[in-house]
Antibody, heavy 116, light 109 residues
Framework: EVQLVESGGGLVQPGGSLRLSCAAS????????MSWVRQAPGKGLEWVAN????????FYVDSVKGRFTISRDNAKNSLYLQMNSLRAEDTAVYYC?????????WGQGTLVTVSS | QSALTQPASVSGSPGQSITISCTGS?????????VSWYQQHPGKAPNLVIY???KRPSGVSNRFSGSKSGNTASLTISGLQAEDEADYYC?????????FGGGTKLTVL
């Protein structure tokens, strides 16, 4: 069974940074595009970023461009999201999802809270 | 990167059918047959129920079906059951990026 396990969430002050990680197992990680999707408390899903299988292409939602960086390490079966200059509106559960635009597998999510 | 438009809520009685619409633009829904639908129960991660407009993943009930016409995609759930009560989200490829709908709360009366 496909497993995606996020980590790295927590409480951070506005302007701060966090790095999220997603450990993948039970599938050929290097063969799939991967994505981050977030959900603010009580709100809907928002696509954040995706990355091609070999990391050659990355796309971001406009609201995080220049602040967030998606990356991957295929040797470690891991996906990352470096989040800088965090804002209150970035507060959300961040999900790691398998796929670039259609997500057959999701992690359990990690909560990021941006507050002073 | 505007969110796709879904009705905020729909409802139906057990055994009935409901349809949830998802309206985008020529930049997303209208240009690609890459619309997917997700079911999300409270406190849980989303679950894929339809991909590529009308395909069902293994294990998803055939009561779930999808279609598309122009810039609008639709999810139909037939033979409503209590367990179908959840939030539903559409998602479309948008030329590299992706965009979700705002979500629809389905209430089974």
């Amino acid at each position: 069974e496909v497993q995606l396990v996020e980590s790295g969430g927590g409480l951070v002050q506005p302007g701060g940074s966090l790095r999220l990680s997603c450990a993948a197992s039970e599938f050929a990680f290097s063969s799939f595009s991967m994505s981050w999707v977030r959900q603010a408390p009580g709100k809907g899903l928002e696509w954040v970023a995706n990355i091609k299988q070999d990391g050659s292409e990355k796309f971001y939602v406009d609201s995080v461009k220049g602040r967030f960086t998606i990356s991957r390490d295929n040797a470690k079966n891991s996906l990352y999201l470096q989040m800088n200059s965090l804002r209150a509106e970035d507060t959300a559960v961040y999900y790691c999802a398998r796929g670039g635009y259609s997500y057959g597998s999701w992690g359990q999510g990690t909560l990021v809270t941006v507050s002073s | 990167q505007s969110a796709l438009t879904q009705p905020a809520s729909v409802s139906g009685s057990p055994g009935q059918s409901i349809t949830i619409s998802c309206t985008g633009s020529s930049s997303d829904v209208g240009s690609y047959n890459l619309v997917s639908w997700y079911q999300q129960h409270p406190g849980k991660a989303p679950n894929l129920v339809i991909y590529e407009v009308s395909k069902r993943p293994s294990g998803v009930s055939n009561r779930f079906s999808g279609s598309k016409s122009g810039n609008t995609a639709s999810l139909t759930i037939s033979g409503l059951q209590a367990e179908d009560e959840a939030d539903y989200y559409c998602c479309s490829y948008a030329g590299g990026s992706a965009v979700f709908g705002g979500g629809t709360k389905l209430t089974v009366l």
